[in-house]
């Protein structure tokens, strides 16, 4: 199969490629850091790239939570209009196979339970609650705090910040593509990724990042919140291999088909932060207190589906990969 990598120079981008290579297909990567500066929303490049393309993995987008609300235009711009862009493309030429890579934010909080009203859905948390270190989120209904649980494909979405709501259209834009064109198309929604080639040092990059970066200048890695919040941190050659499994698998024409792609095997931050503590000799985690408005407190994935249907596993272990990543630099 010959692949278009859309952001195929970036962090996950490239081990897909890498994953694709290995198993013979053939990859092209489109990314604005390659030589070619090729940019998504520039529908003449994008029709060039497409020529002689079977599938589109559809990876390029400005991610993280930024640097406050003036980045949004750049966030829907890129995100957005970037897939747009790209679709209609596929459209005009003819190519009918999209894997997404989509992103567990379009959940916000993850799944919750009341012990009095069930299934419950947190709001956003409230400053005061924040600032006076009350993390974790309030049922709506009787104020109680609910359990955190894995949250399936089919809960709703809540996008909580800018990416969120970009995540969560470039969705909603592939399915009307799917429609109008009977082509398939798979978002996998990426739990934290992590492992080598991780972005470093930007308002950009993720927190296992950001906690490697600060042990390899000697210094503790800073845990917000009371570092209890929960996360699925999965590798990126999982991620990979099952961005390389829903591609050969292709899905149902018309549709698009969502995967939450996570280890299963929920961590806490500060869980994170120890363990890449450990593989580096040190210094320990602090844990500050601090909080970011545009966070969620839990959010784990239930990747049953994907297991079931494509049938990928993660292969590798939360101490395995982050003693790796620890001395990836
Ligand atoms: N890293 C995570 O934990 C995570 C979690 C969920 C979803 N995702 C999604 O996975 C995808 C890849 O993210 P990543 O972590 O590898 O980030 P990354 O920044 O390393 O890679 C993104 C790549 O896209 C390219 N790009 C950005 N805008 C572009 C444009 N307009 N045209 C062409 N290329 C462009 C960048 O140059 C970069 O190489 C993104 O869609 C992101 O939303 C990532
Ligand atoms: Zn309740």
């Known amino acids: 199969m010959r692949v278009l990598v859309t952001g195929g120079a970036g962090f996950i981008g490239s081990h897909v490629v890498e994953a694709l290579r290995a198993r013979g297909h053939e990859a092209v990567v489109f990314d604005v850091r390659e030589d070619t500066g090729a940019d998504v929303r520039d529908p003449v490049a ?21 640097t406050g609300f003036g980045d949004a235009a750049e966030y829907v711009s890129r995100n957005d209009l970037g897939t747009a862009v790209l679709l209609s493309a596929m459209a005009e030429a003819g190519v009918r196979r999209l894997v997404l890579a989509g992103s567990m934010v379009v959940y916000g909080e993850g799944r919750y339970v009341c012990p009095r009203d069930g299934v419950v859905r947190p709001g956003p948390r409230r400053v005061a609650d924040l600032d006076a270190g009350r993390f974790e989120p309030r049922c709506p209904a009787c104020g109680a705090e609910p359990a ?110 969502v995967y939450n792609t996570g280890s299963g095997e929920p961590h806490t931050v500060g869980e994170m932060a120890r363990a890449l503590a450990d ?26 589906r994907l297991r079931a249907e494509l049938g990928w596993k993660p292969e590798v272990g939360f101490a395995e990969g982050m003693r790796e990543f620890a001395a990836d630099g």
Request: hydrophobic share 45%.
């Open 279 to 304: 593989a580096h000799g040190g210094p320990a985690p602090v844990v500050t207190g601090e909080y970011r408005l545009g966070d969620v407190r839990h959010i784990t994935a239930d990747s049953a």
């Open 148 to 257: 955190p649980g894995l949250v399936g494909e089919d809960a709703p979405a809540d996008p909580r910040n800018v990416y969120a709501t970009t995540k969560l259209a470039q969705e909603h834009l592939a399915a009307a593509w799917a429609r109008a064109t009977g082509g398939s198309a798979v978002s996998l929604r990426y739990h934290n990724v992590y492992g080598p080639g991780m972005p470093r040092d930007t308002p950009y990059a993720g927190v296992a990042s950001f906690f490697r970066s600060a042990l390899a200048r000697g210094e503790a890695p800073r845990v917000f919140e009371d570092g209890r919040q929960r996360r699925d941190f999965v590798h990126v050659r999982d991620v990979a291999a099952a961005d390389v499994v829903a591609l050969e698998a292709g899905s149902a024409p018309g549709l698009l088909t």
């Open 46 to 66: 994008v029709a060039r790239a497409l020529a002689g393309v079977d599938a589109v993995c559809h990876q390029a987008a400005m991610v993280g939570l930024g």
